[in-house]
Structure formats: structure tokens, C-alpha cells
């Protein structure tokens, strides 16, 4: 670990950074992912509202933020104590290789079990062997696959979910507008 390095909850402050290491995760993923100072600010205010589901981190080495780490807390039926996500783990290019993603990751690991998880997860672009291998590394291993699918523009219509006509007692009228598959056209 590189001396003078701590890890400590985000702050608005460190917005600009934490959106430049984005900015550094977006490249490195090839993507062209735009980010909006007003739009990165709204979303850190909403999730620091809700800090039993949302907690972001950052690592500073000699006052400088060089890593982010955002942790999603969530319940299901199957796992009653809860998942840990980690949503973002990111160390800047040039600080990468000396410690500060392990201390980030650890950090994550103690977090959900101080809250009494089940279990932590990450997602990985299956592209992206070196952060596969990092969280191999460091004692995570492949338990299932994640399907995603990316919306480019909100939706514009809601599709009702509709069962198959074919078998009648699986029919069910459509009572529950609530229930739909939304689908950008």
C-alpha cells in the first residue's frame, strides 16, 4: 500500500475527480459515455439520501483522490441479509498496480460484512480480463452469468407483458397496468 493513502466517504467536493475517473473508466472501456456535472451532482444528492442503499467512497494518496468505490446494499427473498454491489470500483491509470484497488475492494468486503450481507458481488465487462483477474485475485470467483441490456434513450412506449394464448389457465386479463416490460423502439 503506498504510504499516506486512506479511504474515506465522498464528499460533493470530490465530484470533479470522482467524474475524471469515470471519464478514465469510460475510455478504458471504449465507450463514449458522457457525463453531465449537473446530472453527476443530482444523482450523488439522491444517493447520499439513501444511505442505507447507497455508500461511495473515495481513496486519497497525499490529499489527491486516485480511486472510487460505490457500494449498492440490496435484499431479496433468497439472500434475507442482503447483497453487497459494488457498483464502481475505480484507481486512476497511474496509481493502478500499488495497492490502492485491493485497499478499495477489502474496504468494500468489510463494509458488507459490518452490515451483515450475505455475500458481495461485482460486475465485470466480460471483455475486461485485468479487472477479471484482479477480483479473482483477491478471493471472488465467477458463481453466475449476468445478462444486461443497454437503454440509450428513456422509453418512449410501455409494452403490457402478455402471457401465451395457448394455454388458458395461465391466461390472466390485463388488471395490472402497473405490470409491463418496458422497451426503447
Do not use: W
Not at 453527476?40 to 467512497?57: C, G, I, K, P
Amino acid at each position: 500500500m503506498e504510504a499516506n493513502m486512506r479511504i474515506r466517504k465522498m464528499i460533493e467536493a470530490d465530484l470533479p475527480r470522482v467524474a475524471s475517473l469515470l471519464e478514465e473508466l469510460s475510455t478504458a472501456l471504449g465507450e463514449d459515455h458522457l457525463l453531465d456535472e449537473n446530472d453527476l451532482r443530482r444523482h450523488f444528492v439522491n444517493m447520499s439520501a439513501q444511505d442505507e442503499t447507497y455508500e461511495n467512497y473515495v481513496c486519497e494518496h497525499e490529499d489527491e483522490v486516485i480511486g472510487f468505490l460505490s457500494l449498492l446494499f440490496y435484499r431479496s427473498l433468497y439472500h434475507r441479509n442482503g447483497t453487497a454491489l459494488i457498483n464502481e470500483l475505480i484507481v486512476s491509470e497511474e496509481h493502478r498496480g500499488k495497492h490502492a484497488g485491493a485497499c478499495l475492494l477489502q474496504y468494500a468486503v468489510n463494509r458488507a460484512r459490518e452490515r451483515g450481507m450475505d455475500e458481495i458481488e461485482v460486475g465485470v465487462m466480460q471483455e475486461n480480463e485485468g479487472a477479471r483477474r484482479f477480483y479473482r485475485r483477491h478471493g471472488l470467483s465467477t458463481e453466475y452469468l449476468l445478462l444486461g441490456m443497454e437503454f440509450d434513450t428513456p422509453p418512449e412506449e410501455t409494452v403490457p407483458c402478455e402471457l401465451p394464448a395457448e394455454n388458458p389457465s395461465q391466461d390472466v386479463p390485463d388488471e395490472n397496468p402497473q405490470f409491463a416490460i418496458r422497451r426503447t423502439l
